[in-house]
């Protein structure tokens, strides 16, 4: 069983940063694939950027040189930091864990580029 508790969402000016954060607590293992998707309003669920236990990394065209994903497994957390962001990154993002055969959800955290 893993819980997945999401943090760092907001409000931020078009341009502005902002560092999500993942940290997952219970049966979990750090050789798994960790990510970030996201949704905003009337779209589907996508990929934003995924991490594996190797610490490679993919990430969606939309954001690639602005966003960055890592993972501390220490702390069984995972980050996502973003940096010049629009407003067409306002979205609900969430976290994943992928632990063969179970797929683990954060409970969503809002972010708004707005000015």
Same mark, same amino acid.
């Given at each position: 069983?893993?819980? =997945?508790?999401?943090?760092?969402?907001?409000?931020?000016?078009?341009?502005?940063?902002?560092?999500?954060?993942?940290?997952?607590?219970?049966?979990?293992?750090?050789?798994?694939? +960790?990510?970030?998707?996201?949704?905003?309003?009337g779209k589907e669920r996508e990929l934003v950027a995924v991490i594996t236990?190797?610490?490679? $990394?993919?990430?969606?065209?939309?954001?690639?040189?602005?966003? $960055?994903?890592?993972?501390?497994?220490?702390?069984? $957390?995972?980050?996502?930091? +973003?940096?010049? =962001?629009?407003?067409?990154? $306002?979205?609900?993002?969430?976290?994943?864990v992928m632990q063969p055969p179970r797929n683990y959800w954060g409970q969503?955290t809002q972010v708004t580029v707005s000015s």
């Amino acid at each position: 069983q893993v819980q =997945l508790v999401e943090s760092g969402g907001g409000l931020v000016q078009p341009g502005g940063s902002l560092r999500l954060s993942c940290a997952a607590s219970g049966s979990i293992f750090s050789i798994n694939v +960790m990510g970030w998707y996201r949704q905003a309003p009337g779209k589907e669920r996508e990929l934003v950027a995924v991490i594996t236990g190797g610490s490679s $990394t993919h990430y969606a065209d939309s954001v690639k040189g602005r966003f $960055t994903i890592s993972r501390d497994n220490a702390k069984n $957390t995972v980050y996502l930091q +973003m940096n010049s =962001l629009k407003p067409e990154d $306002t979205a609900v993002y969430y976290c994943n864990v992928m632990q063969p055969p179970r797929n683990y959800w954060g409970q969503g955290t809002q972010v708004t580029v707005s000015s």
